[in-house]
């Protein structure tokens, strides 16, 4: 006879959590390095490099003439949500030179927020394009800077012509909660596309897009530098 140690009283291990790998992309300048930086819970992998006199004939500093420094290949941070879930964020390079790393960093994410600055709106439209054409769910979050004018949500929907069911919301890069609330409308976004595309599949009703998450707005905190 074999005996074996009892597992009466033991402890079941903690179940993995699950990981998501989640994008933050948007124009050059626009605070993507900056929110991966806050949000993270571990150091922030970077790779920024000083912009260089060579450069500025390829990179457009418009309206962002104090920067000094671009990333070059991706921002890398991870954040937990609650035990069961946790977020991997990959920040993707703003200037169109670097676009070709972008569907490699687009493999397998779940979704990806789309930082915007009012001041350069247009910048956004590149990234929308992208995650709209290959159908990865995302949300799209006003970073509020100082100096940028204040515009009401339904304002730079319509100047963005965003989906109705694209999450638009206004954040502060720089804070921790602002970026989190993010992250998380991102998730709950792309659960409700992935629900949604499940129904049809299965020729059931549609899950009605009020049931999407609903627009934060809430008060933007001093504006961030990028």
Not at 32 to 54: D, M
Not at 202 to 207: H, K, L, M, S, T
Request: with cysteine; net charge negative.
């Amino acid at each position: 006879m074999v005996f074996g140690r009892s597992k009466r009283g033991g402890h079941k291990p903690a179940p993995e959590p699950v990981t998501l790998k989640i994008l933050v992309a948007g124009g050059f300048g626009v605070g993507k390095t900056t929110l991966v930086g806050a949000v993270s819970e571990i150091r922030p992998l970077r790779t920024e490099e000083t912009l260089s006199e060579a450069g500025t004939r390829v990179d457009d500093t418009e309206g962002v003439e104090t920067k000094s420094t671009t990333t070059v290949a991706m921002d890398f941070g991870r954040i937990t949500i609650h035990d069961g879930l946790v977020l991997y964020l990959f920040g993707t390079p703003g200037q169109d030179r670097f676009w070709f790393l972008w569907d490699e960093l687009a493999q397998g994410a779940l979704g990806a927020v789309v930082l915007a600055d009012t001041r350069r709106l247009e910048d956004s439209f590149a990234a929308i394009d992208y995650f709209e054409r290959r159908g990865i769910p995302f949300t799209v979050a006003v970073n509020c800077f100082d100096g940028a004018e204040q515009y009401p949500v339904a304002t730079v929907r319509e100047a963005l012509d965003l989906d109705g069911e694209v999450p638009l919301m206004l954040c502060d890069a720089r804070e921790r909660e602002s970026a989190r609330d993010v992250l998380i409308s991102v998730v709950e976004h792309a659960m409700h596309a992935s629900a949604q595309a499940a129904a049809e599949r299965a020729g059931r009703e549609p899950v009605p897009a009020s049931e999407a998450a609903p627009e934060h707005t809430p008060e933007p905190a001093p504006a961030p530098t990028s």
